[in-house]
C-alpha cells in the first residue's frame, strides 16, 4: 500500500472474473466514503498505462477514488490476450470491479465509469444496463 502526503491511500486489489485473477490499484482519498470512478482501458492497454495512474492521482486530489484494473489478458491478469479478448468478456470483467467496489465499505454510493477507446465502449454497454451514476 502507498500512502500520499494528504493521506490518501493506493491499495492493490485482485477480484475474479469468470474464473481469471483481475489485479487492480485502488486510489483512496483521505475522505471517507467518497464516490469512485471505475477506468477501464484500451484494447492494448492496462492499468498502469500513464493516463490511468494520472486519473488515480488527479482523482485523489479532488476527494474522489479511483479504481484503474486489468483486464483479462493484460497486464497482471491472468489469461492470454489473444484467447480471452471479446467486448463480452471485457463487459463481464468490468461487471466484476463494480461488485468488487461496490462490496467495499470505505467507498461511498456514487459510482462513474471511465472509459477510453475500446474501454469507452466496454463502460457504455455495462452503463446501458446496469446503474452507474456518470460515464466518461
Known amino acids: 500500500m502507498k500512502k500520499y502526503k494528504s493521506g490518501a491511500t493506493c491499495k492493490n486489489i485482485n477480484f475474479s472474473s469468470d474464473g481469471y485473477t483481475l489485479r ?6 483521505a475522505k471517507e ?4 470512478i471505475i477506468g477501464c482501458h484500451g484494447l492494448l492497454s492496462n492499468r498502469d498505462s500513464p493516463k490511468q495512474i494520472q486519473l488515480g ?3 485523489v486530489t ?16 491472468s489469461g492470454i490476450f489473444e484467447k480471452v479478448t471479446s467486448l463480452e468478456a471485457r463487459c463481464n470483467d468490468l461487471l466484476s470491479a463494480l461488485d468488487t467496489i461496490r462490496a467495499r465499505q470505505d ?14 465502449a466496454v ?10 451514476d456518470s460515464i466518461v
Open 24 to 29: 487492480g490499484t485502488l486510489h483512496l482519498p
Open 33 to 36: 466514503n467518497p464516490p469512485v
Open 57 to 59: 492521482i488527479q482523482c
Open 62 to 77: 479532488h476527494d474522489i477514488a479511483f479504481f484503474r484494473f486489468d483486464h483479462r489478458g493484460c497486464g497482471q491478469s
Open 107 to 120: 467507498i461511498g454510493d456514487r459510482i462513474g465509469l471511465f472509459g477510453s477507446s475500446m474501454g469507452g
Open 123 to 132: 463502460c457504455i454497454t455495462v452503463a446501458a444496463a446496469h446503474h452507474v
